[in-house]
């Protein structure tokens, strides 16, 4: 599995689509906070959830790698006694994180939606660093002969997940061991993969 240096060099592994050119963007659904698609600019920040219910989240500097966890505001405890009838405010606990988050970040191309990559993002959250950044698979969708071609190579689990369309619904998928993207000529990859399966 790919393994990058920097979260920058992640976000900037494939800054434009493979098929269409076209810039590609972090999916926001992945996120806390709507950075709009200009993460690329000096200053910005990619937000992600460690607790939705809280509103706790982790914050990284593209630029920098720096990463701050936020905690949200709480409302303060109150606290009733029974035996004086009264109610006291108390400051509310918070939480402790300690250990490992593991977050995936999709960045994908908005204009033909053909392609996409999954980013693995390991957190120390007792220490507030990034420890790890790794491809975790990469989509591509290609059209010819009135079949849509899906490839999904999956380097976490070392595997090729191909399936196809045809226009009148029918679909069928295959798992094969993991089978090189030619990024340059998509089209070069399914017929390698359409050869392997003649073969299986």
């Given at each position: 599995?790919?393994?990058?240096?920097?979260?920058?060099?992640?976000?900037?592994?494939?800054?434009?689509?493979?098929?269409?050119?076209?810039?590609?963007?972090?999916?926001?659904?992945?996120?806390?906070?709507?950075?709009?698609?200009?993460?690329r600019g000096e200053g910005q920040r990619v937000t992600f959830y460690v607790n939705r219910r809280e509103?706790?989240?982790?914050?990284?500097?593209?630029?920098?790698?720096?990463v701050e966890l936020i905690l949200a505001n709480r409302m303060p405890d109150k606290i009733y006694d029974a035996t004086t009838h009264s109610i006291t405010t108390a400051q509310p606990s918070l939480p402790i994180y300690n250990g490992k988050l593991l977050h995936a970040l999709t960045i994908d191309c908005k204009n033909c939606c053909q392609y996409s990559y999954t980013l693995q993002l390991h957190?120390?959250?007792?220490?507030?660093?990034?420890?790890?950044?790794?491809?975790?698979s990469e989509t591509l969708s290609i059209e010819n002969d009135a079949i849509v071609h899906e490839i999904?190579?999956?380097?976490?689990?070392?595997?090729t997940r191909y399936t196809?369309?045809?226009?009148?619904?029918?679909?069928?998928?295959?798992i094969l061991p993991l089978v090189p993207l030619n990024l340059t000529n998509p089209n070069e990859t399914v017929s390698r993969i359409r050869k392997l399966l003649v073969f299986s």
């Amino acid at each position: 599995m790919k393994q990058f240096h920097s979260f920058k060099s992640a976000l900037e592994y494939q800054e434009r689509c493979p098929l269409c050119q076209g810039f590609t963007h972090i999916n926001d659904r992945d996120l806390a906070a709507d950075i709009g698609y200009d993460y690329r600019g000096e200053g910005q920040r990619v937000t992600f959830y460690v607790n939705r219910r809280e509103d706790d989240t982790i914050t990284i500097n593209p630029a920098t790698d720096e990463v701050e966890l936020i905690l949200a505001n709480r409302m303060p405890d109150k606290i009733y006694d029974a035996t004086t009838h009264s109610i006291t405010t108390a400051q509310p606990s918070l939480p402790i994180y300690n250990g490992k988050l593991l977050h995936a970040l999709t960045i994908d191309c908005k204009n033909c939606c053909q392609y996409s990559y999954t980013l693995q993002l390991h957190f120390d959250l007792a220490e507030e660093r990034l420890t790890g950044i790794f491809l975790n698979s990469e989509t591509l969708s290609i059209e010819n002969d009135a079949i849509v071609h899906e490839i999904k190579n999956v380097y976490s689990a070392e595997e090729t997940r191909y399936t196809y369309f045809l226009k009148d619904g029918v679909e069928k998928s295959s798992i094969l061991p993991l089978v090189p993207l030619n990024l340059t000529n998509p089209n070069e990859t399914v017929s390698r993969i359409r050869k392997l399966l003649v073969f299986s």
